[in-house]
């Protein structure tokens, strides 16, 4: 999905500023769909806004800029159950991890298990978390989403633990 669809799905949930939507494609359930900068969230938010999908309201704030609120409107409720509806594209997955395991065969052994090590110890990390949170408030399309990404991070760490040894060994073998 692309940043303006993701906008529109957040702002289902509730209203939200820009600010509290990056928040989301950084930290929250969010995250795993793409990547958002600011500089891609306020011009879809502009355009979604322009087209009647979204509306804004300024909220005052002491010794600060006013805060724009963004809100979804019925038709952009309407847009965005009608792009759920639309065929959805293949998953991509980007990963300059496996990109860099890929060409292994090029690096140092100890680059290739430092490479290994931090990455798993990254997934371990973001298991973690992701259990740590707890929501009764979740959705039942959420708790589906949250334990797809449990389980993919979790058979990730399982692959990563059974597979790193084969890296030290081919690297023994090469120096033999």
């Not at 963004?70 to 065929?87: C, D, H, K, N, W």
Request: glycine share 8%.
């Amino acid at each position: 999905m692309d940043v303006r669809t993701i906008c529109l799905g957040l702002l289902t949930r509730g209203d939200a500023t820009g600010y509290e939507i990056k928040k989301q494609f950084e930290e929250g359930s969010y995250r795993h769909f793409a990547e958002a900068s600011f500089g891609s969230i306020y011009p879809a938010l502009g355009r979604l806004t322009a087209e009647g999908l979204v509306s804004v309201r300024e909220e005052a704030q002491d010794k600060r800029p006013d805060r724009k609120v963004y809100s979804i409107t019925p038709a952009g409720r309407e847009s965005f159950v009608g792009a759920l509806l639309e065929p959805l594209k293949d998953d991509r997955r980007r990963s300059p991890f496996a990109f860099a395991m890929l060409f292994s065969d090029l690096l140092p052994k100890d680059r290739t298990c430092a490479l290994i090590e931090a990455y798993l110890a990254d997934k371990e990390a973001t298991l973690a978390q992701m259990n740590a949170r707890k929501s009764a408030a979740q959705t039942r399309g959420e708790r589906f989403v949250n334990g797809l990404g449990k389980s993919i991070c979790a058979a990730t760490i399982d692959y990563l633990r059974a597979h790193r040894g084969e890296f030290e060994a081919c690297a023994r073998e090469a120096a033999e």
